[in-house]
Protein backbone atom coordinates (compact mmCIF):
# COMPACT_ATOMS: atom_id res chain seq x y z
CA UNK A 1 0.00 0.00 0.00
CA UNK A 2 1.69 2.98 -1.04
CA UNK A 3 1.10 6.78 -1.40
CA UNK A 4 3.02 9.27 -3.40
CA UNK A 5 4.77 12.69 -2.64
CA UNK A 6 5.90 14.24 -5.19
CA UNK A 7 8.10 11.82 -7.10
CA UNK A 8 8.73 9.78 -3.95
CA UNK A 9 6.37 6.34 -3.09
CA UNK A 10 5.18 6.76 0.67
CA UNK A 11 4.65 3.93 2.68
CA UNK A 12 2.22 2.83 5.79
CA UNK A 13 4.88 2.82 8.66
CA UNK A 14 4.03 2.51 12.58
CA UNK A 15 7.11 3.84 14.21
CA UNK A 16 6.82 0.92 16.96
CA UNK A 17 5.35 -1.94 17.84
CA UNK A 18 2.42 -0.31 19.66
CA UNK A 19 -0.45 2.20 18.71
CA UNK A 20 -0.29 4.88 19.90
CA UNK A 21 1.47 6.96 16.64
CA UNK A 22 -0.90 6.05 13.95
CA UNK A 23 0.09 6.64 10.17
CA UNK A 24 -1.67 9.07 8.56
CA UNK A 25 -1.97 6.68 5.43
CA UNK A 26 -3.99 4.53 7.65
CA UNK A 27 -6.68 7.75 6.99
CA UNK A 28 -5.55 8.26 3.45
CA UNK A 29 -4.68 5.41 1.50
CA UNK A 30 -7.68 4.63 -0.92
CA UNK A 31 -6.38 0.66 -1.19
CA UNK A 32 -6.36 0.57 2.54
CA UNK A 33 -10.04 2.09 2.82
CA UNK A 34 -10.59 -0.96 0.30
CA UNK A 35 -9.13 -3.97 2.40
CA UNK A 36 -10.83 -2.64 5.64
CA UNK A 37 -14.24 -2.33 4.14
CA UNK A 38 -13.69 -6.39 3.37
CA UNK A 39 -11.90 -7.14 6.62
CA UNK A 40 -14.51 -5.11 8.81
CA UNK A 41 -17.70 -4.53 6.96
CA UNK A 42 -18.36 -7.68 4.93
CA UNK A 43 -16.66 -10.70 6.99
CA UNK A 44 -15.89 -11.49 10.11
CA UNK A 45 -18.20 -8.35 11.79
CA UNK A 46 -21.96 -7.68 12.58
CA UNK A 47 -22.63 -4.33 11.28
CA UNK A 48 -25.76 -2.24 12.76
CA UNK A 49 -28.88 -2.16 10.33
CA UNK A 50 -31.52 -0.61 11.95
CA UNK A 51 -33.99 -0.50 15.20
CA UNK A 52 -37.12 -2.90 15.33
CA UNK A 53 -39.06 0.31 15.75
CA UNK A 54 -38.33 1.53 12.45
CA UNK A 55 -40.09 -1.31 10.32
CA UNK A 56 -42.69 -2.09 13.01
CA UNK A 57 -45.15 -3.47 10.10
CA UNK A 58 -45.52 -6.19 7.80
CA UNK A 59 -44.09 -5.37 4.69
CA UNK A 60 -42.10 -1.94 6.43
CA UNK A 61 -39.03 -1.61 5.23
CA UNK A 62 -35.98 0.62 5.53
CA UNK A 63 -33.21 1.29 2.87
CA UNK A 64 -29.81 1.36 4.81
CA UNK A 65 -25.64 -0.34 4.26
CA UNK A 66 -23.35 -2.42 5.48
CA UNK A 67 -20.49 -0.72 4.60
CA UNK A 68 -20.55 0.83 1.30
CA UNK A 69 -23.03 -1.89 0.23
CA UNK A 70 -26.84 -0.60 -0.14
CA UNK A 71 -29.12 -3.48 1.84
CA UNK A 72 -32.74 -3.40 2.68
CA UNK A 73 -33.97 -4.55 6.08
CA UNK A 74 -37.65 -6.00 6.34
CA UNK A 75 -40.10 -7.12 8.11
CA UNK A 76 -41.80 -9.99 6.03
CA UNK A 77 -45.69 -11.12 7.05
CA UNK A 78 -44.85 -13.64 10.10
CA UNK A 79 -42.89 -10.68 11.59
CA UNK A 80 -39.55 -12.11 11.20
CA UNK A 81 -36.70 -9.32 10.07
CA UNK A 82 -34.87 -9.84 6.55
CA UNK A 83 -31.92 -8.26 5.72
CA UNK A 84 -30.88 -8.39 1.72
CA UNK A 85 -28.61 -6.68 -0.17
CA UNK A 86 -30.18 -3.99 -2.72
CA UNK A 87 -28.75 -5.61 -6.08
CA UNK A 88 -31.11 -7.42 -8.08
CA UNK A 89 -30.22 -10.75 -9.21
CA UNK A 90 -30.88 -10.26 -12.89
CA UNK A 91 -28.73 -7.03 -14.31
CA UNK A 92 -27.34 -5.82 -10.98
CA UNK A 93 -29.27 -2.97 -10.57
CA UNK A 94 -30.10 -1.33 -6.84
CA UNK A 95 -33.75 -1.84 -7.28
CA UNK A 96 -34.66 0.16 -4.28
CA UNK A 97 -34.10 3.67 -4.07
CA UNK A 98 -36.87 4.68 -1.23
CA UNK A 99 -34.83 5.51 2.18
CA UNK A 100 -38.44 3.96 4.10
CA UNK A 101 -41.29 2.41 2.85
CA UNK A 102 -43.86 -0.90 2.74
CA UNK A 103 -43.80 -3.46 0.14
CA UNK A 104 -45.80 -6.57 -0.48
CA UNK A 105 -42.61 -7.58 -2.64
CA UNK A 106 -39.87 -5.96 -4.12
CA UNK A 107 -40.05 -5.23 -8.12
CA UNK A 108 -36.98 -4.30 -10.00
CA UNK A 109 -37.69 -1.16 -12.49
CA UNK A 110 -35.39 -2.26 -15.46
CA UNK A 111 -37.00 -6.03 -15.94
CA UNK A 112 -39.30 -6.57 -13.23
CA UNK A 113 -38.07 -9.33 -12.06
CA UNK A 114 -40.19 -9.95 -8.73
CA UNK A 115 -38.58 -10.87 -5.31
CA UNK A 116 -40.38 -11.95 -1.51
CA UNK A 117 -39.47 -9.86 1.17
CA UNK A 118 -37.26 -12.51 2.49
CA UNK A 119 -35.68 -12.26 -0.92
CA UNK A 120 -36.85 -15.37 -2.98
CA UNK A 121 -37.31 -14.80 -6.86
CA UNK A 122 -40.51 -15.40 -7.69
CA UNK A 123 -41.14 -14.17 -10.89
CA UNK A 124 -39.55 -13.20 -14.39
CA UNK A 125 -41.44 -11.66 -17.17
CA UNK A 126 -41.09 -13.39 -20.44
CA UNK A 127 -39.52 -16.92 -18.60
CA UNK A 128 -41.28 -18.73 -20.79
CA UNK A 129 -41.00 -16.76 -24.01
CA UNK A 130 -43.58 -15.07 -26.33
CA UNK A 131 -45.93 -16.66 -28.38
CA UNK A 132 -46.00 -15.56 -32.14
CA UNK A 133 -47.20 -16.17 -35.17
CA UNK A 134 -47.23 -20.49 -34.12
CA UNK A 135 -43.66 -20.46 -32.17
CA UNK A 136 -42.55 -19.45 -28.91
CA UNK A 137 -39.85 -16.68 -28.89
CA UNK A 138 -36.87 -15.94 -26.11
CA UNK A 139 -37.54 -17.20 -22.91
CA UNK A 140 -35.17 -18.32 -20.09
CA UNK A 141 -33.22 -22.23 -20.47
CA UNK A 142 -34.82 -24.83 -19.50
CA UNK A 143 -32.21 -25.45 -16.59
CA UNK A 144 -33.16 -21.90 -15.27
CA UNK A 145 -34.53 -22.54 -11.59
CA UNK A 146 -36.08 -19.20 -9.66
CA UNK A 147 -34.44 -20.94 -6.62
CA UNK A 148 -30.82 -20.13 -8.18
CA UNK A 149 -31.13 -16.38 -8.12
CA UNK A 150 -32.78 -14.70 -5.45
CA UNK A 151 -30.95 -11.78 -3.56
CA UNK A 152 -28.01 -11.71 -1.74
CA UNK A 153 -29.60 -12.91 2.35
CA UNK A 154 -27.42 -11.43 5.19
CA UNK A 155 -27.22 -12.94 8.34
CA UNK A 156 -29.57 -11.44 10.84
CA UNK A 157 -29.27 -11.10 14.70
CA UNK A 158 -31.51 -8.48 16.98
CA UNK A 159 -31.46 -8.03 20.35
CA UNK A 160 -33.20 -5.49 22.59
CA UNK A 161 -35.03 -4.35 19.16
CA UNK A 162 -31.34 -3.59 17.77
CA UNK A 163 -31.29 -5.11 14.23
CA UNK A 164 -27.86 -6.42 13.10
CA UNK A 165 -26.56 -7.68 10.02
CA UNK A 166 -23.52 -9.61 8.34
CA UNK A 167 -22.61 -10.94 5.16
CA UNK A 168 -20.57 -13.37 6.81
CA UNK A 169 -23.13 -16.33 7.77
CA UNK A 170 -20.29 -18.51 9.35
CA UNK A 171 -19.87 -15.32 11.98
CA UNK A 172 -19.49 -15.65 15.48
CA UNK A 173 -23.02 -14.66 17.93
CA UNK A 174 -23.85 -11.22 18.17
CA UNK A 175 -23.43 -11.95 21.91
CA UNK A 176 -19.93 -13.11 21.74
CA UNK A 177 -19.08 -10.54 19.38
CA UNK A 178 -20.21 -7.75 21.57
CA UNK A 179 -18.08 -9.58 24.75
CA UNK A 180 -19.45 -9.71 28.49
CA UNK A 181 -19.03 -6.24 29.57
CA UNK A 182 -19.91 -4.23 26.51
CA UNK A 183 -22.97 -6.87 26.62
CA UNK A 184 -23.67 -5.47 29.88
CA UNK A 185 -23.88 -1.58 28.73
CA UNK A 186 -25.56 -2.74 25.48
CA UNK A 187 -29.24 -4.02 27.62
CA UNK A 188 -28.58 -1.40 29.86
CA UNK A 189 -30.14 0.84 27.25
CA UNK A 190 -31.72 -1.90 25.23
CA UNK A 191 -33.76 -3.79 28.01
CA UNK A 192 -36.83 -5.24 26.06
CA UNK A 193 -39.08 -1.86 26.39
CA UNK A 194 -40.46 -1.49 23.04
CA UNK A 195 -38.84 1.85 21.36
CA UNK A 196 -40.18 4.62 19.47
CA UNK A 197 -38.57 6.47 16.97
CA UNK A 198 -38.70 10.58 17.36
CA UNK A 199 -36.76 11.48 14.33
CA UNK A 200 -33.48 11.71 12.36
CA UNK A 201 -30.56 14.22 11.39
CA UNK A 202 -28.17 13.22 8.73
CA UNK A 203 -24.70 14.57 7.82
CA UNK A 204 -21.74 13.73 5.13
CA UNK A 205 -18.40 14.65 7.03
CA UNK A 206 -15.66 14.86 4.79
CA UNK A 207 -13.54 12.56 6.70
CA UNK A 208 -12.15 9.04 7.46
CA UNK A 209 -14.59 6.88 9.06
CA UNK A 210 -12.56 5.80 11.93
CA UNK A 211 -12.22 9.48 12.58
CA UNK A 212 -16.01 8.90 14.59
CA UNK A 213 -14.94 6.05 16.06
CA UNK A 214 -11.91 7.82 17.69
CA UNK A 215 -13.74 10.69 18.50
CA UNK A 216 -15.84 9.17 20.84
CA UNK A 217 -13.24 6.61 22.05
CA UNK A 218 -12.07 10.09 23.42
CA UNK A 219 -13.32 10.53 26.39
CA UNK A 220 -11.12 14.39 27.21
CA UNK A 221 -12.36 16.31 24.10
CA UNK A 222 -15.62 17.28 25.19
CA UNK A 223 -13.83 18.87 28.30
CA UNK A 224 -11.68 20.97 25.84
CA UNK A 225 -13.29 20.97 22.35
CA UNK A 226 -17.55 21.68 23.65
CA UNK A 227 -18.46 24.84 25.59
CA UNK A 228 -21.88 23.41 26.43
CA UNK A 229 -20.75 20.24 27.86
CA UNK A 230 -17.87 22.21 29.88
CA UNK A 231 -20.08 25.14 30.85
CA UNK A 232 -23.40 23.22 32.13
CA UNK A 233 -20.97 20.25 33.87
CA UNK A 234 -22.70 17.66 31.30
CA UNK A 235 -19.45 15.94 30.18
CA UNK A 236 -16.24 16.96 31.30
CA UNK A 237 -12.44 16.25 32.67
CA UNK A 238 -13.65 16.25 35.86
CA UNK A 239 -16.67 13.85 36.15
CA UNK A 240 -16.84 11.01 37.76
CA UNK A 241 -15.86 8.10 35.33
CA UNK A 242 -14.57 4.33 33.69
CA UNK A 243 -13.93 3.13 30.18
CA UNK A 244 -13.63 0.19 29.33
CA UNK A 245 -13.18 -2.31 26.87
CA UNK A 246 -14.02 -5.96 25.34
CA UNK A 247 -11.44 -8.29 24.91
CA UNK A 248 -10.41 -7.46 21.55
CA UNK A 249 -10.71 -3.72 22.86
CA UNK A 250 -12.40 -3.18 19.45
CA UNK A 251 -15.78 -1.87 21.10
CA UNK A 252 -15.59 0.59 24.19
CA UNK A 253 -18.25 1.92 26.72
CA UNK A 254 -17.63 5.68 28.23
CA UNK A 255 -19.28 6.35 31.82
CA UNK A 256 -19.82 9.63 33.13
CA UNK A 257 -21.42 10.64 36.05
CA UNK A 258 -22.56 14.46 35.55
CA UNK A 259 -20.63 17.01 38.18
CA UNK A 260 -22.09 20.37 38.80
CA UNK A 261 -22.44 23.24 36.56
CA UNK A 262 -20.08 26.26 36.61
CA UNK A 263 -16.95 26.68 38.36
CA UNK A 264 -14.06 23.89 38.69
CA UNK A 265 -10.85 24.36 39.13
CA UNK A 266 -10.30 21.64 35.94
CA UNK A 267 -11.93 23.47 33.96
CA UNK A 268 -11.71 27.41 34.35
CA UNK A 269 -8.49 27.43 33.30
CA UNK A 270 -9.94 25.98 29.33
CA UNK A 271 -10.85 27.96 27.03
CA UNK A 272 -14.01 26.34 26.71
CA UNK A 273 -15.34 27.27 29.82
CA UNK A 274 -17.69 30.36 29.67
CA UNK A 275 -18.91 31.29 32.87
CA UNK A 276 -21.15 33.97 31.62
CA UNK A 277 -22.83 31.76 29.19
CA UNK A 278 -26.29 31.18 29.58
CA UNK A 279 -29.81 29.79 28.15
CA UNK A 280 -32.32 31.56 27.15
CA UNK A 281 -34.45 28.22 27.25
CA UNK A 282 -33.77 26.53 30.75
CA UNK A 283 -35.42 23.69 30.02
CA UNK A 284 -32.42 22.18 27.64
CA UNK A 285 -31.11 21.07 31.39
CA UNK A 286 -34.05 19.94 32.25
CA UNK A 287 -32.90 16.62 33.21
CA UNK A 288 -34.89 14.07 35.37
CA UNK A 289 -32.48 10.63 36.37
CA UNK A 290 -34.42 7.47 34.88
CA UNK A 291 -34.52 4.55 37.07
CA UNK A 292 -32.57 2.45 34.47
CA UNK A 293 -29.74 4.54 34.33
CA UNK A 294 -28.47 2.86 37.67
CA UNK A 295 -26.31 6.01 38.26
CA UNK A 296 -24.76 7.28 35.29
CA UNK A 297 -25.91 10.35 33.93
CA UNK A 298 -23.95 9.05 30.19
CA UNK A 299 -22.75 6.25 28.83
CA UNK A 300 -20.96 6.37 24.77
CA UNK A 301 -20.64 3.22 23.15
CA UNK A 302 -18.81 2.88 20.09
CA UNK A 303 -19.41 -1.25 18.48
CA UNK A 304 -16.53 -1.55 15.90
CA UNK A 305 -16.69 -0.85 13.18
CA UNK A 306 -20.16 1.29 12.33
CA UNK A 307 -22.08 2.53 15.29
CA UNK A 308 -21.90 4.63 18.29
CA UNK A 309 -24.69 3.98 20.61
CA UNK A 310 -25.61 7.24 22.72
CA UNK A 311 -27.56 7.82 26.16
CA UNK A 312 -26.26 11.64 27.15
CA UNK A 313 -28.67 12.35 29.94
CA UNK A 314 -32.27 11.58 28.54
CA UNK A 315 -31.67 11.68 24.95
CA UNK A 316 -30.98 8.31 23.76
CA UNK A 317 -29.96 8.02 19.84
CA UNK A 318 -27.81 5.44 17.91
CA UNK A 319 -25.08 6.78 15.02
CA UNK A 320 -24.45 4.92 12.46
CA UNK A 321 -21.24 5.64 10.40
CA UNK A 322 -21.62 4.61 6.70
CA UNK A 323 -18.07 4.94 4.83
CA UNK A 324 -18.14 6.52 1.73
CA UNK A 325 -14.61 5.98 0.16
CA UNK A 326 -11.30 7.13 2.32
CA UNK A 327 -12.29 10.36 3.05
CA UNK A 328 -15.76 10.54 3.66
CA UNK A 329 -18.22 9.15 5.36
CA UNK A 330 -22.06 9.95 6.23
CA UNK A 331 -23.59 9.99 9.62
CA UNK A 332 -26.89 9.28 10.58
CA UNK A 333 -28.72 9.80 13.40
CA UNK A 334 -31.72 7.63 14.64
CA UNK A 335 -33.05 9.49 17.79
CA UNK A 336 -35.94 7.37 19.76
CA UNK A 337 -37.38 7.10 23.00
CA UNK A 338 -39.46 4.35 25.01
CA UNK A 339 -43.13 3.27 24.53
CA UNK A 340 -43.80 3.93 28.08
CA UNK A 341 -42.12 7.43 27.92
CA UNK A 342 -44.63 9.82 29.24
CA UNK A 343 -45.04 13.01 26.66
CA UNK A 344 -43.32 15.44 29.33
CA UNK A 345 -40.12 12.94 28.46
CA UNK A 346 -40.91 12.80 24.96
CA UNK A 347 -40.62 16.31 24.76
CA UNK A 348 -38.05 16.43 27.27
CA UNK A 349 -35.80 13.91 24.74
CA UNK A 350 -36.32 16.06 21.83
CA UNK A 351 -35.48 19.11 23.00
CA UNK A 352 -31.91 17.65 24.63
CA UNK A 353 -31.44 16.13 21.01
CA UNK A 354 -30.83 19.56 19.72
CA UNK A 355 -27.27 19.09 21.76
CA UNK A 356 -26.54 16.18 18.81
CA UNK A 357 -26.63 16.18 15.21
CA UNK A 358 -25.14 18.29 12.65
CA UNK A 359 -26.47 21.45 14.15
CA UNK A 360 -26.20 20.54 17.89
CA UNK A 361 -25.17 22.33 20.33
CA UNK A 362 -22.31 20.06 20.81
CA UNK A 363 -21.91 18.18 18.16
CA UNK A 364 -21.39 20.82 15.07
CA UNK A 365 -17.54 20.88 16.77
CA UNK A 366 -17.13 16.83 15.74
CA UNK A 367 -18.31 17.34 12.64
CA UNK A 368 -15.75 20.22 11.50
CA UNK A 369 -12.63 19.38 13.67
CA UNK A 370 -12.89 15.41 11.86
CA UNK A 371 -13.24 17.85 8.65
CA UNK A 372 -10.00 19.68 9.35
CA UNK A 373 -7.80 16.58 10.48
CA UNK A 374 -9.02 14.89 7.46
CA UNK A 375 -7.37 17.87 5.80
CA UNK A 376 -3.91 17.09 7.46
CA UNK A 377 -3.50 14.24 6.56
CA UNK A 378 -3.70 14.56 3.20
CA UNK A 379 -1.47 17.13 3.41
CA UNK A 380 1.18 15.18 5.02
CA UNK A 381 0.51 11.74 4.58
CA UNK A 382 4.19 10.67 5.32
CA UNK A 383 3.00 11.90 9.14
CA UNK A 384 1.42 10.03 12.14
CA UNK A 385 -0.71 11.42 14.98
CA UNK A 386 0.49 10.70 18.60
CA UNK A 387 -2.53 9.00 20.99
CA UNK A 388 0.12 8.91 24.63
CA UNK A 389 -2.44 10.75 27.27
CA UNK A 390 -2.14 8.80 29.92
CA UNK A 391 0.69 6.79 28.41
CA UNK A 392 1.52 3.65 25.35
CA UNK A 393 -0.41 0.77 27.32
CA UNK A 394 -4.13 -0.56 26.25
CA UNK A 395 -6.39 -1.11 29.37
CA UNK A 396 -9.29 0.05 31.11
CA UNK A 397 -9.05 3.07 33.43
CA UNK A 398 -11.52 4.91 35.94
CA UNK A 399 -10.46 8.93 34.21
CA UNK A 400 -10.66 10.48 31.43
CA UNK A 401 -7.68 11.95 30.63
CA UNK A 402 -6.39 9.20 28.38
CA UNK A 403 -6.09 8.51 24.70
CA UNK A 404 -6.39 4.68 25.79
CA UNK A 405 -9.72 3.72 24.05
CA UNK A 406 -8.20 4.81 20.51
CA UNK A 407 -4.75 2.14 21.31
CA UNK A 408 -6.90 -0.17 21.97
CA UNK A 409 -8.97 0.32 18.66
CA UNK A 410 -6.02 0.51 16.64
CA UNK A 411 -4.17 -3.05 18.47
CA UNK A 412 -7.12 -4.48 16.90
CA UNK A 413 -7.16 -2.41 13.83
CA UNK A 414 -3.55 -3.88 13.08
CA UNK A 415 -4.13 -7.42 14.34
CA UNK A 416 -6.82 -7.73 11.71
CA UNK A 417 -5.06 -5.50 9.24
CA UNK A 418 -1.83 -7.31 9.15
CA UNK A 419 -3.07 -10.89 9.38
Not at 73 to 80: C, E, I, L, Q
Not at 170 to 198: A, C, N, Q, T
Not at 389 to 394: F, I, S, T, Y
Request: glycine share 10%.
Amino acid sequence: MTATTGTFPIQLHWESEGTSRIPFMAYTDPDQHKKELERFFYTKHWNYVGLEAEIPNAGDFKRTVVGERSVIMVRDADGAISVVENVCAHRGMQFCRERHGNRKEFVCPYHQWSYTLQGDLQGVPFRRGVKQDGKVNGGMPADFKTSDHGLNKLKVATRGGVVFASFDHEIESLEDFLGPVILGYFDRLFDGRKLKILGYNRQRIPGNWKLMQENIKDPYHPGLLHTWFVTFGLWRADNKSELKMDAKHRHAAMISTRGSAGKAEQVTQVSSFKESMALNDPRFLDIVPEPWWGGPTAVMMTLFPSVILQQQVNSVSTRHIQPDGHGSFDFVWTHFGFEDDTEDMTQRRLRQANLFGPAGFVSADDGEVIEFSQQGFEQKPYHRTMAELGGREVGDTDHMVTETLIRGMYEYWREVMEA
